[in-house]
T-cell receptor, first 114, second 112 residues
Framework: DAGVIQSPRHEVTEMGQEVTLRCKPI?????LFWYRQTMMRGLELLIY????????DSGMPEDRFSAKMPNASFSTLKIQPSEPRDSAVYFC????????????FGSGTRLTVV | SQQGEEDPQALSIQEGENATMNCSYK?????LQWYRQNSGRGLVHLIL?????REKHSGRLRVTLDTSKKSSSLLITASRAADTASYFC????????????FGQGTRLTINP
């Protein structure tokens, strides 16, 4: 398995533009997570899905952020409109049911909003 | 809000020495996990310890868990330059299903 695949690896966009981050979880994993990492706030859980259904989106900063998981092999995180304070590294991770396994993280998308 | 807090925030030791990092958390947990993050990369799962376990080993890693003190430690023995990374503890709270909450991490530097 190629692991959790995120795209793009880097994204530079202008303030006000729409940004879409993509994630392909490990096949067979039924949980998918979106995290954001900044120096100031560390790793923050934004939202997670179980069997493609959003379970907890309490970490989504505001209405400008939205996430979807149309099927078991694909998820998107969209920011519209983007702002400079959204600049961060966004990680996607997946895991399986049960408390015995850890998460598998993707390599992240480094987003810079100018 | 952060559930776990690592201590120290940064640690610098000589190659071959042992490195110990500590983690404290606030609420009851189902399990606690340790992750490593190399600069510019994603997090890599190292080890998971359940709330009913007190100690666990994996290669050069030794993790302890004291639920009465709400604390855990990660020991890396015979450190190598390749162990240079940030180390995070993360907890699965009993009420939070699969939700992992991370601490701020310890930056470990191994000097050759």
């Amino acid at each position: 398995d190629a692991g959790v695949i995120q795209s793009p690896r880097h994204e530079v966009t202008e303030m006000g533009q729409e940004v879409t981050l993509r994630c392909k979880p490990i096949s067979g994993h039924d949980y998918l997570f979106w995290y954001r990492q900044t120096m100031m706030r560390g790793l923050e859980l934004l939202i997670y899905f179980n069997n493609n259904v959003p379970i907890d989106d309490s970490g989504m900063p505001e209405d400008r952020f939205s996430a979807k998981m149309p099927n078991a092999s694909f998820s998107t995180l969209k920011i519209q409109p983007s702002e400079p304070r959204d600049s961060a590294v966004y990680f996607c991770a997946s895991s399986t049911t049960g408390q015995g396994s850890g998460y598998t993280f993707g390599s992240g998308t480094r987003l810079t909003v100018v | 809000s952060q559930q776990g807090e690592e201590d120290p925030q940064a640690l610098s030791i000589q190659e071959g020495e042992n490195a110990t990092m500590n983690c404290s958390y606030k609420t009851s947990i189902n399990n606690l996990q340790w992750y490593r993050q190399n600069s510019g990369r994603g997090l890599v799962h190292l080890i998971l310890i359940r709330s009913n376990e007190r100690e666990k080993h994996s290669g050069r890693l030794r993790v302890t868990l004291d639920t009465s003190k709400k604390s855990s430690s990660l020991l890396i023995t015979a450190s190598r330059a390749a162990d240079t990374a940030s180390y995070f503890c993360a907890t699965v709270v009993i009420q939070g299903a699969q939700k992992l909450v991370f601490g701020q991490g310890t930056r470990l530097t191994i000097n050759p």
